[in-house]
């Protein structure tokens, strides 16, 4: 499945829309990971379960935007666009994908 943020591609033609496709994704994060992001605060540097726990969440909010692009009967999905939100005290990570399922030929 070709995903992208552009309306089009660039050696294809969009012959068919299916309609709007999105896949959300809700994440808690666990105690030691919100520890360690509390801890990295205070002293600086990154803080690399929050960053993995952002990585792996993007990935299945738009692995599971794809399934149902293909359930709708596309090949690929154009305009893509992913939003992240902190939800309850800030323990809750929601990641969507978003875009506009269609049908591409190759030129």
Do not use: H, W
């Amino acid at each position: 499945m070709i995903c992208v943020t552009t309306p089009t591609l660039e050696n294809g033609e969009i012959v068919e829309y299916k309609g709007i496709v999105t896949g959300e994704v809700i994440n808690g994060i666990n105690f030691i990971k919100d520890f360690g992001a509390s801890f990295r605060n205070i002293v600086g540097g990154r803080s690399a379960g929050y960053e993995e726990e952002l990585i792996k969440s993007r990935m299945d909010a738009l692995a599971e935007m794809e399934m149902r692009a293909q359930q709708m009967g596309a090949n690929a999905v154009v305009g893509v666009d992913i939003d992240y939100e902190v939800l309850g005290q800030g323990n809750m990570l929601m990641v969507s994908a978003s875009g506009t399922a269609v049908v591409v030929r190759n030129k």
